[in-house]
């Protein structure tokens, strides 16, 4: 069973930082391609970044500059570091296993305030 735990959540003020952090379980982490989505009240699941598992980066045009996704394969985590954080970066994240086929967190709270 495969078991995604997401973690780092929380409120913090315009222009802060905080870190995500995802722990997986139950799967060949260091093969899998991994994501960060985010969903916002009333709006679509949206991907912020995504990591193969070779390390290649891909992100979200809104977050690139600001935000940083790494994994640790030693310690089957992925993380998000999140930079400069505005209002608009509000919403649940979701950490995702995205190959060999999407699998999610249970989502952790990013509450930015102005």
């Known amino acids: 069973q495969v078991q995604l735990v997401e973690s780092g959540g929380g409120l913090v003020q315009v222009g802060g930082s905080l870190r995500l952090s995802c722990a997986a379980s139950?799967?060949?982490?260091?093969?899998?391609?991994m994501g960060w989505y985010r969903q916002a009240p009333g709006k679509q699941r949206e991907l912020v970044a995504s990591?193969?598992?070779?390390?290649?980066?891909n992100y979200a045009d809104s977050v690139k500059g600001r935000f940083t996704i790494s994994r640790d394969n030693a310690k089957n985590t992925v993380y998000l570091q999140m930079n400069s954080l505005k209002p608009e970066d509000t919403a649940v994240y979701y950490c995702?296993?995205?190959?060999?086929?999407?699998?999610w967190g249970q989502g952790t709270q990013v509450t930015v305030s102005s």
């Open positions: 995702c296993r995205v190959t060999p086929f999407p699998w």
């Open positions: 139950g799967t060949i982490f260091s093969i899998n391609a």
């Open positions: 990591i193969t598992g070779g390390g290649s980066t």
